[in-house]
C-alpha cells in the first residue's frame, strides 16, 4: 500500500475512533444496557452495534464509490457537503463541552433477551439518520485513497473491530460501580477531543 493511500485511510479510520469514543445513540444504548442489565447483555448491545459498523463501512465504502463512477461531480458535492457537516458535528461537540451539558445515560430496565440486547445494538447504528451523513463523509476520504477493494475490506474488518473493542470497554466500564460518576467527570474532555479533531478534519475536507 502507497503512502499517500495509506494516510488517507490511517485519517479515516482515526476520524472513526474519536467518532465512537464521543458520547452519543450507540454509548447511549450500550452502557445503559451495562447498567441495568450486566456486562454480558451490554457486550451483546455491543456485537450488535459493531455489525452495524461494519455494514455501514460496506456499504458507504463501495456503493458511494459505484455512485462516483456514474457520476463523478457527485464526488465535490460529496466533498462540500460531509466537510461542513463534520465542521458541524466540532462545533456542536465544542459548544456541549464548553457548557458541560449533562450525559443522557440512565439504567435501561427493560427485560431483554440475549437476540434483544444484540438486535438492540444493531438497530440504534443502522437506524441513526445521522449515521449516513457521518459515513458519507468518511466515505470521501476511503474513495479518495484510491485503495484496492481488498485494502477497503480491510478499513471494513477493522472499523468493526474498533467499534467493538471501544464500546466494550465502554460496556465493561458501565457493567461496574461508580461508571457513572466516571462517565460525567469525562465527557467534557471526550466531547472537546471529538469537536476539535472533527472541526479541523472537516475544514480540511472542504478547503482542500
Not at 76 to 91: H, T
Not at 104 to 133: E, F, H, Q, W
Amino acid at each position: 500500500m502507497e503512502n499517500e493511500t495509506f494516510s488517507i485511510l490511517l485519517t479515516a479510520w482515526l476520524m472513526l475512533v474519536v467518532a465512537i469514543a464521543a458520547p452519543g445513540p450507540n454509548l447511549v444504548a450500550t452502557a445503559s444496557t451495562a447498567l441495568g442489565h450486566g456486562r454480558k447483555a451490554g457486550l451483546l448491545v455491543v456485537a450488535g452495534v459493531a455489525t452495524g459498523t461494519f455494514i455501514w463501512s460496506l456499504a458507504s465504502a463501495f456503493g458511494v464509490a459505484a455512485v462516483f463512477t456514474v457520476y463523478p461531480p457527485a464526488f465535490m458535492a460529496l466533498k462540500l457537503a460531509g466537510g461542513s457537516y463534520l465542521v458541524y458535528l466540532g462545533f456542536r461537540s465544542l459548544r456541549a463541552a464548553w457548557r458541560n451539558t449533562p450525559g443522557a445515560i440512565r439504567p435501561d430496565t427493560r427485560r431483554l433477551s440475549p437476540l434483544a440486547s444484540y438486535a438492540r445494538g444493531l438497530g440504534v447504528c443502522l437506524m441513526n439518520p445521522k449515521s449516513a451523513l457521518f459515513w458519507a463523509s468518511i466515505s470521501v476520504f476511503v474513495v479518495s485513497s484510491k485503495a484496492s477493494p481488498f485494502a477497503i475490506i480491510e478499513f471494513c474488518i477493522a472499523a468493526g473491530l474498533s467499534s467493538f473493542t471501544i464500546y466494550g470497554l465502554y460496556a465493561v466500564l458501565f457493567s461496574s460501580r461508580g461508571a457513572q460518576a466516571i462517565y460525567r467527570r469525562a465527557t467534557r474532555w471526550i466531547e472537546a477531543a471529538f469537536g476539535a479533531f472533527f472541526f479541523m478534519v472537516g475544514v480540511r475536507l472542504v478547503t482542500a
